[in-house]
């Protein structure tokens, strides 16, 4: 019987080895397991902070753009007045060095705009590109500031070593006399346009005469305050005077051109209003026709509501002899109507036709466009406007240009309609 025994008890024996060893290859894949799962809710939790730290160091540069941005956009506007200065002062050629550090500085601050557009329009996953575009856009401001910084540099030495004193107060006199003259035609001329035109489109005109009036009287105090210490070795004593006197000739001047162009667009604007109309007139009897020709119910109800708009737009603009009028306002509530009927009638219209009515439409949308643009900047210069409310402006005046050098016009014509579109938005983010 005891040989019976051995075989069985070898068999009990592997057996439990058997056993014992799944047991510890499970135990270790068990461990082996926990410790993946642990090492993964770690990474997974690093990664995220690295997200979130990446989120935070992209909001911090977004910041630190959007700063560069206002703040060179002012000094670069600060810099143009100092080179009418310069000019003022010493002459053309003179300021030549000053007016070519300032285009640097121009060239890359447009620069920086246009990265901003392209990174604020760009996707929600465009990580890299909005990272790329926004670090760009800080080195271009660096640039252009150091540029400026040399100018300013230049400039003041350049003042400084100013010699001719007599003559630069007796040139500062004869330009105020010159300036006032222009003020008081400007003053008339401002109020006849209030007999017939609302005030909202005289307001950027009346701010701009008020501070030139506000100019020429520092101007003109400055220039009695120094002549009395002007000698031929008193020169450094009073060059800074001056300066001030030539600043305010200067900022005079500019307002006075902006007021000048404001009232020249408001009439362009009545006479493009009224083309605007006869043409809208024309498109409604297109329309007519092309809703009998319509391919389909869906393309015929296009046309009714483009058609219908037109008419309201036509309604709205009607022009009263006896009332005051807002032309650019008109040109807006006119060219929106237009470019949706446009969009009705592409496939109706043949190449010919679309060229023809985007000509006719051109030129009203073009001095909307300057006039909604003129707005925008003269509101940003009064100061505290958002990087984004000028980076608007800065796509509106850069599809302007697009625009007028576009030889096509359907393609001019989508470009000016985009500058308007650009323009209305910089208004609405400087207002609020």
């Given at each position: 019987m005891v040989p019976l025994a051995l075989p069985l008890l070898a068999a009990t024996d592997a057996a439990e080895l058997a056993r014992g060893t799944t047991i510890a290859v499970v135990a270790l894949l068990v461990l082996v397991l926990a410790l993946g799962v642990g090492a993964?809710?770690?990474l997974f939790r690093r990664g995220g902070d690295r997200?979130?730290?990446?989120?935070?160091?992209?909001?911090?540069?977004d910041?630190?753009?959007a700063a560069l941005l206002v703040g060179l956009d002012?000094?670069?506007r600060d810099a143009e007045n100092e080179v009418g200065f310069a000019v003022a002062q010493f002459g053309v050629e003179s300021a030549r060095d000053f007016d070519s550090a300032l285009a640097e500085a121009r060239l890359k601050l447009t620069?920086?705009?246009?990265?901003?557009?392209q990174r604020d329009t760009a996707t929600s996953d465009a990580v890299q590109l909005r990272r790329r575009n926004t670090l760009q856009m800080i080195a271009l401001c660096d640039k252009a500031f150091a540029s400026l910084d040399r100018f300013d540099s230049a400039f003041a030495e350049r003042r400084r070593t100013e010699?001719?004193?007599?003559?630069?107060a007796r040139e500062l006199r004869a330009r105020l006399g010159a300036l006032r003259d222009r003020l008081s035609a400007l003053q008339d001329r401002r109020a006849e346009a209030a007999e017939h035109y609302v005030e909202v489109v005289l307001a950027v005109t009346t701010r701009q005469l008020v501070h030139v009036e506000e100019f020429l009287d520092h101007a003109d105090q400055e220039l009695d305050a120094v002549s009395p210490e002007i000698s031929p070795t008193g020169v450094n004593a009073v060059a800074d005077r001056l300066h001030v006197a030539a600043s305010d000739l200067h900022l005079a001047d500019q307002h006075l051109a902006t007021s000048e162009r404001s009232l020249r667009e408001l009439g362009d604007a009545e006479v493009a209003v009224q083309r605007m109309r006869d043409t809208s007139v024309g498109d409604l009897r297109e329309a007519r026709v092309a809703v009998e020709r319509a391919p389909?119910?869906?393309?015929?109800?296009?046309?009714i509501a483009a058609?219908?708009?037109v008419e309201t737009a036509l309604m709205a603009t009607a022009i009263d002899p006896g009332s005051h009028s807002d032309p650019f306002r008109q040109l807006v509530v006119l060219g929106d109507a237009a470019a949706d009927l446009d969009a009705a009638l592409a496939s109706a219209r043949n190449q010919q036709q679309r060229l023809e009515h985007a000509r006719a439409a051109y030129r009203g949308t073009l001095i909307a466009a300057r006039s909604q643009i003129s707005v925008v900047r003269e509101l940003i210069g009064r100061g505290g406007a958002s990087a984004s409310a000028r980076t608007r402006l800065a796509e509106a005046e850069r599809q302007l240009m697009i625009a007028e050098a576009e030889t096509d016009a359907v393609e001019a014509l989508d470009a000016i309609r985009r500058s308007v579109t650009h323009a209305r938005d910089a208004d609405a983010l400087a207002r609020y």
């Amino acid at each position: 019987m005891v040989p019976l025994a051995l075989p069985l008890l070898a068999a009990t024996d592997a057996a439990e080895l058997a056993r014992g060893t799944t047991i510890a290859v499970v135990a270790l894949l068990v461990l082996v397991l926990a410790l993946g799962v642990g090492a993964f809710i770690v990474l997974f939790r690093r990664g995220g902070d690295r997200g979130r730290r990446g989120a935070a160091s992209q909001a911090n540069l977004d910041a630190q753009a959007a700063a560069l941005l206002v703040g060179l956009d002012d000094r670069v506007r600060d810099a143009e007045n100092e080179v009418g200065f310069a000019v003022a002062q010493f002459g053309v050629e003179s300021a030549r060095d000053f007016d070519s550090a300032l285009a640097e500085a121009r060239l890359k601050l447009t620069e920086a705009f246009r990265l901003g557009q392209q990174r604020d329009t760009a996707t929600s996953d465009a990580v890299q590109l909005r990272r790329r575009n926004t670090l760009q856009m800080i080195a271009l401001c660096d640039k252009a500031f150091a540029s400026l910084d040399r100018f300013d540099s230049a400039f003041a030495e350049r003042r400084r070593t100013e010699v001719d004193a007599a003559q630069t107060a007796r040139e500062l006199r004869a330009r105020l006399g010159a300036l006032r003259d222009r003020l008081s035609a400007l003053q008339d001329r401002r109020a006849e346009a209030a007999e017939h035109y609302v005030e909202v489109v005289l307001a950027v005109t009346t701010r701009q005469l008020v501070h030139v009036e506000e100019f020429l009287d520092h101007a003109d105090q400055e220039l009695d305050a120094v002549s009395p210490e002007i000698s031929p070795t008193g020169v450094n004593a009073v060059a800074d005077r001056l300066h001030v006197a030539a600043s305010d000739l200067h900022l005079a001047d500019q307002h006075l051109a902006t007021s000048e162009r404001s009232l020249r667009e408001l009439g362009d604007a009545e006479v493009a209003v009224q083309r605007m109309r006869d043409t809208s007139v024309g498109d409604l009897r297109e329309a007519r026709v092309a809703v009998e020709r319509a391919p389909d119910p869906s393309s015929g109800a296009t046309i009714i509501a483009a058609i219908a708009a037109v008419e309201t737009a036509l309604m709205a603009t009607a022009i009263d002899p006896g009332s005051h009028s807002d032309p650019f306002r008109q040109l807006v509530v006119l060219g929106d109507a237009a470019a949706d009927l446009d969009a009705a009638l592409a496939s109706a219209r043949n190449q010919q036709q679309r060229l023809e009515h985007a000509r006719a439409a051109y030129r009203g949308t073009l001095i909307a466009a300057r006039s909604q643009i003129s707005v925008v900047r003269e509101l940003i210069g009064r100061g505290g406007a958002s990087a984004s409310a000028r980076t608007r402006l800065a796509e509106a005046e850069r599809q302007l240009m697009i625009a007028e050098a576009e030889t096509d016009a359907v393609e001019a014509l989508d470009a000016i309609r985009r500058s308007v579109t650009h323009a209305r938005d910089a208004d609405a983010l400087a207002r609020y």
